[in-house]
């Protein structure tokens, strides 16, 4: 069994939800310890931060992960105990069930035991290397890497380069790097109309038919269609409620939530622009509240860190790794804005979330290995 494969299982059988790390950065940093890692725990409004940190200099290169995992849903659906960490067999290979195997302990295990394997071997390395582990990703993200990143920001201690260990695989470990991701916005929207007597048409404004013909107008005209680095803004409605709960009786208002995942062609600004020209083409009346949870960020294809990245995963696997900006937002979003290249690179995101969250066994291996091929390649 290896070294990273015990790390993870210790830290797996863990129950960590956002945004109570419940001792598993306690176990990380013990490892790093014993490789003379300087340990800072950093704590704020119940969330628990841990930066480790070894050397000095340039270049700084710092890894970001999270200990918090979402609740395990229904417990009779699983398969095997969400902590127990199961090794199983499936189709020739070996998984290790577990909340949080993929998103992403599994991660945290794999790069730190690439930095304490590679100080062990290269005690007066040049630069620095640092890893922050949160645990509060997965929540409201408040005391978080965005608290933590206005520290390392007063400090001057900003690193060159950050890579994120989220699950960015889609098929195979290493076939995708994630250089960017879009921004989100959310937005709360209530339409207003006038109830009455669902017998009486002429004498109401039902505010469900107004908020659809909205929802229908923001649904169907694309805010963009992308570019070169990010896909196309999308738009889709979350959450809706309106009524009395009575069968003959229209709504007067109907309150809905919506989501814009945005690329770099799009600001909070022109996305309130574009909601609000709606509304007035509608000739409807609306309150709008608006809520951004974070921009959109991106790095070159060029880059030192991604071309050193794409050279690691192919040494490693013989992979060529997809470049891509889908999918959610991370932590990432915090670290980018203080002009720092990131990226992100883990295992499969295919049983992310779900009951059953499995990472397969070999993977945590191959995230060690390519983690400290890039660690060689940038600290030469």
Not at 20 to 44: M, P, R, T, V, W
């Amino acid at each position: 069994m290896s070294n990273t494969l015990n790390l993870a299982k210790e830290i797996l059988k863990i129950k960590s939800i956002t945004p109570n790390d419940n001792g598993c950065q306690d176990i990380l940093a013990k490892l790093l310890k014993k490789a003379c890692f300087s340990i800072e725990f950093i704590e704020k409004d119940g969330t628990k931060n841990l930066l480790a940190s070894h050397g000095s200099g340039k270049p700084h290169l710092l890894f970001l992960g999270h200990t918090d995992v979402v609740p395990e849903g229904d417990l009779n659906k699983w398969d095997y105990p969400p902590y127990a960490c199961q090794e199983v067999e499936l189709d020739n290979e070996l998984y290790l069930y577990a909340r949080g195997s993929a998103d992403m302990k599994g991660a945290d295990a794999a790069m730190t035991s690439a930095l304490y394997d590679f100080v062990i071997k290269n005690k007066d390395h040049k630069g620095k290397l640092s890893i922050l582990i949160t645990s509060n990703e997965e929540g409201d993200g408040v005391g978080g890497v965005s608290y933590v990143a206005s520290i390392l920001k007063d400090r001057l201690d900003i690193p060159d380069y950050c890579v994120v260990g989220e699950p960015s695989s889609e098929h195979i470990c290493g076939d995708t790097i994630k250089i960017g991701r879009r921004g989100s916005l959310t937005a709360h929207i209530t339409v207003h109309g006038t109830q009455g007597h669902v017998a009486y048409p002429h004498k109401i404004d039902n505010a469900i038919h107004k908020a659809s013909s909205l929802i229908d107008s923001l649904y169907k005209t694309p805010l963009d269609n992308g570019n070169d680095i990010f896909p196309q803004s999308s738009f889709q409605v979350t959450n809706i409620k309106a009524g009395v709960g009575a069968e003959n009786v229209a709504p007067g208002s109907c309150y809905f939530m919506c989501n814009f995942r945005f690329n770099n062609m799009q600001t909070k600004e022109s996305i309130a622009k574009f909601i609000e020209d709606k509304v007035q083409a509608l000739n409807l009346k609306c309150d709008i509240e608006y809520k951004l949870n974070g921009l959109p960020f991106s790095s070159s294809k060029d880059s030192i860190l991604v071309k050193e990245m794409e050279d690691a995963i192919y040494d490693v696997t013989k992979i060529k790794a997809n470049l891509s900006t889908s999918g959610g937002t991370s932590d990432g979003r915090f670290i980018a804005p203080l002009n720092v290249d990131v990226i992100e690179f883990g295992t499969l995101n295919e049983s992310i979330h779900k009951v059953n969250e499995r990472i397969l066994v070999k993977d945590l291996d191959t995230m060690h290995d390519i983690y400290l091929n890039l660690i060689e390649r940038l600290f030469k």
